[in-house]
C-alpha cells in the first residue's frame, strides 16, 4: 500500500500527463498551495491543485466514494480529483475542506467535459 504522499505525487504526475496530451502546458510545482501551473491553449495561466485517492473507500449501505481532504488555505484556480485505481481525473473551481466523489461520477464524458470547462 503506498503511502499518502506517494499517491499524491502519482496524481500530480497523472493529471499533468492528462492535461499535456490535450494540448495545455503543464509544470509541476513544488509550491505550498499548488501543484501545477498549466497555460491553457488560449493562453490563460492557472494554478492547480491535486487531490488524489488509490482506491474508494467501500461503504456499506452506500455508493462506494473517493475521499479527498484538503489541509491548505491557499486557494487556486482549479482542483483536480484524482482517481488513480481508474484512472481518471475530475475538475472544480473550489474545494471546500473536505470532499467525496462517488465511485459512479468518474466517467470519461465527465473528465472530457470539467477539462473542457476549466482548462479551454
Given at each position: 500500500m503506498p503511502d499518502?504522499?506517494?499517491?499524491?505525487?502519482a496524481g500530480e504526475y497523472f493529471a499533468g500527463?492528462?492535461?499535456?496530451?490535450?494540448?495545455?502546458?503543464t509544470t509541476h510545482v513544488d509550491i505550498y498551495g499548488h501543484d501545477l501551473w498549466v497555460r491553457t491553449k488560449t493562453g490563460r495561466m492557472l494554478t492547480v491543485?491535486?487531490?488524489?485517492?488509490?482506491?474508494?473507500?467501500?461503504?456499506?449501505?452506500?455508493?462506494?466514494?473517493y475521499h479527498f481532504k484538503n489541509?491548505?488555505?491557499?486557494?487556486?484556480?482549479?482542483y483536480a480529483f484524482v482517481a488513480l485505481d481508474i484512472p481518471m481525473l475530475i475538475l472544480f473551481d473550489n474545494m471546500p475542506g473536505n470532499?467525496?466523489?462517488?465511485?459512479?461520477?468518474?466517467?470519461?464524458d465527465t473528465m472530457e467535459e470539467s477539462i473542457g470547462k476549466y482548462l479551454y
Open positions: 499518502s504522499e506517494s499517491v499524491g505525487r500527463f492528462i492535461f499535456e496530451l490535450r494540448g495545455t502546458r491543485q491535486v487531490k488524489a485517492a488509490s482506491r474508494p473507500t467501500l461503504e456499506p449501505r452506500s455508493k462506494s466514494r489541509r491548505s488555505k491557499v486557494v487556486s484556480d482549479v470532499r467525496a466523489i462517488t465511485v459512479e461520477s468518474f466517467t470519461i
